[in-house]
């Protein structure tokens, strides 16, 4: 009793600091959506009865081609997420069910991918695009990306733990590898492939520094290279155009977050521990 | 025989994999290397080897050492500051907390935007006279300043940015590990008559070690790798304040086209990077003589 009596300003005091840091960490984004959402000479002074409009929003749609940056993204990102499934689904079954003299060293070195991605080797890579000529593809910016060292070290692991009764029961009724990998394996790793899939597709949907490279045209760029270049020209003249391409261009993975957000917070706790 | 039919099976369904790793991280890891201990191609002057030259070159280039220096000040700060704030918000969020769900929200949707937007968004509240962060300043009378412009101040504006964004996702990771921890554990901590605080100390953060020293190795490979926001709000100015190394790499590499050079800048992230695998492979043992 005495001990609660103690406690209560502390939990309080817990609370207020909870919220008022969470404050803190959506106030820039709700400013940002406001700007977005008001007239230009809004931007510079905020007022809580100025008006509300689209305007900026049609103005940044037809400045840019983001539809056609968003279709870009959205070819990119699927391309990358199916191959590397299929790709780190091929190795990691292999390193589980077929190790031979030299798999267990050979994937050891695959892990040096964890450490050193590919936009790191960037200057290399851009070289080797251009030798076989996908510079200025999706496929260029792709390709680098496709055999993911994090993917294949995640379904390893997960497939390790499937008991092996499984997979020889399976044998047993007549199965051959393929069936096995496709009716036992796969379905029972399907919480690693969504928490992947969540990961892997924000961390496409969002990168910038490779793709900035490798694009030079409106056909190929995704949506951060598409957002760099408008704003690169907007800067400084009308910040509400710039909130709203930002705003505009993070939509789709922010609401597809708010909708699955527990998914998406289990899938990177789940991604991250194993 | 069942070896034999394990090398051909394990081999080809390796194929893929292996050929696009060879291609896109060890062939390229093996041609910088070589790279760096040749000249850059000009026009007609073909590359010619110049053995350590370009290291020379680089051990007395200011901006490298600079981008060093940055770069070592953007990780010291950024990491312990934001992973110190991710622990702090993840007990916040596990303890009964009324409205939990809006308030780790509100911690990691930042997380989820690419580093492009968050930089656009800060450009403008960086803003001198009437972005958010100066209007905040001016209360305590020191506005009017532009943040990005001053070489004392850039990078400071940089780390704050990086910790805002990647705390909550560091929060996740400790969120996780705490929800692990036995409540039994915390029961008899209290029946104990332990304070909240030393419950903290001997029972819930050694628990937590092996998750601080993930997050931290993710951390750190973050500082060195992730430089969008560098190339969207300063591009390195003023002075090369905020000249990250990776930064620096890109732009001698495609900004001046100086590929030599560029892959002698590489190697030496190489070697960060290769320094911190060690250091995991160093402790990944004692984490699992922990558990």
Known sequence: MSADYRKKPVIALTHIGAWLLAILWVLPLLYAFWTAFHPSEFAARFDLFSPWTLDNFERVWHAAPFARYFFNTFVLVSTILICQLVICTMAAYAFVCFPFRGSDALFMLVLVQLMIMPEVLLVENYRTLSKIGLLDTTLGIALPYLASAFGIFLFRQTFKSIPKELEEAARLEGANGLQILLRVFVPLAKPTYIAYGLVTVSYHWNNFLWPLVVTNSVETRPITVGLQVFATIEQGIDWSLVTAATVLSVAPLVVAFLLFQRQFVQSFMRAGIR | ?291
């Open chain 2, 1 to 291: 025989m069942k070896a034999s039919r394990n090398v051909l099976y394990g081999s080809l369904l390796l194929l893929p994999a292996v050929v696009l790793l060879w291609t896109f991280t060890y062939q390229p890891i093996l041609g910088t290397i070589i790279d760096s201990l040749f000249s850059t191609a000009r026009g007609k002057r073909p590359a010619v080897f110049v053995g350590l030259d370009q290291y020379q070159r680089m051990i007395d280039d200011p901006v490298f050492w600079k981008a060093m220096i940055n770069n070592l000040i953007y990780a010291l700060t950024t990491i312990p500051i934001s992973m110190a704030l991710a622990l702090v918000m993840a007990l916040l969020v596990n303890s009964r907390l009324k409205g939990q769900g809006a308030v780790r929200m509100a911690y990691f949707t930042p997380t989820i935007l690419p580093m492009v937007a968050v930089a656009n968004i800060w450009l403008f509240f960086y803003a001198p006279d009437y972005g958010l962060v100066d209007r905040f300043l001016q209360i305590f009378g020191w506005g009017g300043n532009n943040l990005l412009g001053m070489p004392e101040t850039a990078l400071g504006a940089l780390i704050v940015i990086t910790i805002w964004k990647e705390a909550g996702f560091f929060m996740i990771f400790y969120l996780a590990a705490l929800q692990q921890i036995s409540p039994s554990l915390l029961e008899a901590a209290s029946l104990e008559g332990a304070s909240y605080g030393q419950t903290l100390r001997r029972v819930i953060l050694p628990l937590l070690m092996p998750t601080t020293l993930f997050v931290s190795i993710n951390a750190v490979i973050g500082a060195f790798r992730l430089v969008d926001h560098i190339i969207v709000m300063t591009k390195g100015a003023p002075d090369n304040a905020t000249t990250l190394l990776l930064f620096y790499i890109y732009q001698v590499g495609f900004g001046y086209w100086d590929t030599g050079y560029a892959a002698a800048l590489t190697v030496i992230l190489l070697l960060i990077l290769a320094l911190i695998a060690f250091f995991q492979f160093g402790y990944a043992d004692k984490k699992v003589h922990y558990r």
